[in-house]
């Protein structure tokens, strides 16, 4: 099993930036990648982006490239998603997503990013 515990959520005014961490325990060994969803109001829950275990290659919804970057820190277990040029239509509960080398996925509990002035 893994553990991921996001934090780093908030309010912020448009145009704004937040930076969200996401610390995995448990069986870190069997992690392929690791990614962050967003579910807004009444929405379904959309792929943000996602980086491979040796963080070389990683993707993004075409909504936040050029805005969002998502790296990671091994060494802590980390994954991190900077959020910069931040809009209202970015406001949503964002959830860290590790899926292993065997398909399964597993989740976080989500952190609430909200952008209004």
């Known amino acids: 099993q893994v553990q991921l515990v996001e934090s780093g959520g908030g309010l912020v005014q448009p145009g704004g930036s937040l930076r969200l961490s996401c610390a995995a325990s448990?069986?870190?060994?069997?992690?392929?990648?690791m990614g962050w969803y967003r579910q807004a109001p009444g929405k379904q829950r959309e792929l943000v982006a996602t980086?491979?275990?040796?963080?070389?290659?990683?993707t993004y919804a075409d909504s936040v490239k050029g805005r969002f970057t998502i790296s990671r820190d091994n060494a802590k277990n980390t994954v991190y998603l900077q959020m910069n040029s931040l809009k209202p239509e970015d406001t949503a509960v964002y959830y860290c997503?590790?899926?292993?080398?065997?398909?399964?996925?597993?989740w976080g509990q989500g952190t609430q990013v909200t952008v209004s002035s």
């Open positions: 448990g069986s870190i060994f069997s992690i392929y990648h």
């Open positions: 980086i491979t275990t040796s963080g070389v290659t990683t």
């Open positions: 997503n590790a899926v292993s080398r065997t398909g399964d996925y597993f």
